[in-house]
């Protein structure tokens, strides 16, 4: 009995690091359990816990696991169980069970006890009866493998749908804090124009005040406030910041994992806004980066989340 293969890849959309799923298959009188447990992590760190028996399959699992899983503490665990008589050996050691007869014999005539040692009493002794597997042949190995492979599937798609599940609303939410950053930072690029024109006007102002009727510099006060404009430009900052926020969307669209991409980015933006907030010398721009930081400190948390 063959059960078809589920076609599992690298999904097409967003994907959380954070997922859970389970397979469960029972072929050729053997049922294998396999569950999957992933959380954050900087890269793809998968453990794989078996039994024993199965560690030659285990360079074939992360194999299928990996084409899957491409970030993330993922942690494998599988459960074995056979009901097939094939499986399992019962070996007498003999010898061992003759040195336990011979001296508990010894025994009961030296004590003239006239009880004679039973068969459940022997079978009890350590060592006298163990279990073994049978080695496995090409065929066994082949149905293990098989019965293994499908409940690995099974599980791997459970865990990519949930995954991919948290994703969306992981998308979701980021492009909805994306679309109050543009606004605040559409307000910075509006509002950055009037600083040095509002400069201008309260230094005129002063120094009016404190020359009284003497006529003023014109050429000292246009050197002043272009130097002051100068200082204070944010242009370039603003056009890359707008720049990465249009990148930031696109990379959410796209159909390969993206948690680094987006996590060199949202710093990059950081770094551009923390520079309009140092230059800007103006209350009200100020204000709006404070309002811009937080706003991108909650995408970066939810980026720290994304495979």
């Not at 399992?88 to 025994?107: C, F, G, P, Q, S």
């Not at 944010?234 to 249009?246: F, K, N, V, W, Y």
């Not at 551009?272 to 404070?290: A, Q, Y």
Request: glycine share 4%; net charge negative.
């Amino acid at each position: 009995m063959i059960i078809a293969r589920l076609n599992i890849g690298v999904s097409c959309l967003i994907q959380s690091m954070t997922g859970y799923g389970k397979g469960e298959c029972t072929l050729y009188s053997r049922k294998f359990s396999v569950e999957i447990k992933s959380v954050n992590h900087r890269y793809n760190d998968i453990t794989i816990k078996l039994p024993r028996v199965m560690n030659p399959f285990e360079e074939k699992m992360r194999g299928i696991l990996t084409s899957s899983i491409s970030r993330g503490k993922t942690d494998v665990y599988v459960n074995y169980e056979t009901f097939s008589h094939d499986d399992i050996k019962v070996t007498l050691n003999e010898a061992l069970a003759d040195a336990y007869m011979e001296r508990l014999t010894a025994l009961d005539e030296r004590y003239a006890l006239n009880d004679m040692p039973t068969l459940q009493l022997i079978a009890k002794f350590p060592d006298v009866l163990s279990v073994e597997r049978n080695a496995d042949t090409d065929e066994t190995a082949v149905q293990m493998w098989e019965t293994l492979e499908e409940a690995l599937h099974i599980a791997v798609e459970r865990f990519v749908d949930m995954r991919t599940r948290e994703g969306l609303a992981l998308k979701a939410d980021i492009l909805k804090k994306h679309e109050q950053l543009s606004s605040l930072i559409t307000s910075i690029a509006e509002r950055a124009p009037l600083v040095a024109k509002e400069y201008r006007e309260r230094l005129q102002t002063r120094v009016q005040e404190a020359l009284g009727d003497t006529n003023i510099d014109e050429a000292r006060l246009i050197l002043e406030v272009t130097m002051f404009a100068d200082r204070s430009c944010i242009d370039e900052e603003i056009t890359r910041l707008s720049s990465h926020l249009s990148q930031l969307a696109i990379f959410l669209e796209e159909r390969e994992p993206v948690g680094r991409k987006l996590d060199f980015l949202v710093q990059e933006m950081n770094r551009e806004i923390n520079t309009i907030g140092s230059k800007s010398n103006d209350l009200d721009i100020t204000k709006l980066v404070v309002e811009a930081k937080s706003e991108l400190e909650k995408i970066r948390e939810q980026v720290q989340n994304i495979e």
